[in-house]
């Protein structure tokens, strides 16, 4: 039997204005566009060297059919449309100690509509009620004001500085590291029968 649209609200995967999907070999030219944003790149990791057309063909073709490693894994956030307004990635995930951490990109025109909220609820969901994690952590780069500003939003904790760790544009700049756990998740956003 066929899924209906109305079903789709039931999915873990389903925000309100967002979907979390896999990538797609079509959405090489999505990241291949991120690829020539500089400022999108620099908040996000670094500047990377320029990258051929055919090359992230093949990088979108392969992640499309790649198993995912343990519980890394990187979705696609998509809007109610079907366009791709960001990326959200799993890495770092140590089942022994419960920890795993995240990255984030939204495509500047999607930016402050909530699209990264809901995708970091949705993983952070996903990750303490259904796979037993017990601490989520982010890295934001001290010049990533919008960055810093969400996820304090979001209820994450400040729980270190590491100075002059990212070098761009000629500068230093700070590493902060936000953590939350599972209860401070659901004081903040509550219990999993009342979200999903």
């Known amino acids: 039997m066929g899924r209906m649209e109305g079903d789709r609200s039931r999915s873990v995967w389903q925000g309100k204005t967002i979907r979390l999907r896999v990538v797609e070999p079509a959405d090489w ?3 291949d566009e991120w690829n020539q ?5 620099r908040c996000a990791y670094v500047v990377p060297f320029p990258r051929s057309r055919e090359a992230m063909k093949r990088w979108a073709e392969r992640t499309a059919i790649q198993e995912s ?3 890394a894994f990187r979705w696609v956030i998509t809007d109610q449309a079907g366009d791709v307004v960001g990326s959200i990635n799993t890495h770092t995930c140590d089942r022994r100690a419960g920890t795993f951490a995240f990255g984030l990109t939204v495509s500047p ?3 402050r509509r909530g699209y990264a909220s809901q995708a970091i609820l ?3 969901r996903y990750f303490f009620e ?3 994690y017990q601490k989520a952590t982010v890295n934001v780069y001290a010049f990533n004001t919008a960055s810093i500003a969400l996820h304090e939003g979001l209820g994450f904790q400040l ?3 590491l100075r002059r760790m990212v070098f761009t544009r000629g500068a230093h700049a700070d590493l902060l590291v936000f ?4 209860e401070e998740f659901v004081t903040r956003h509550g219990e999993a029968s009342a979200a999903w």
Do not use: K, S
């Not at 953590?179 to 599972?182: A, D, F, I, L, R």
């Open 122 to 124: 949705r993983i952070l």
């Open 109 to 111: 025109p999607y930016r």
């Open 159 to 161: 729980e270190g500085r």
């Open 37 to 41: 944003d500089d400022e999108m790149a």
């Open 69 to 71: 490693e343990g519980d």
């Open 29 to 31: 030219e999505v990241f």
């Open 179 to 182: 953590g939350m756990t599972p």
């Open 130 to 132: 259904e796979l037993g």
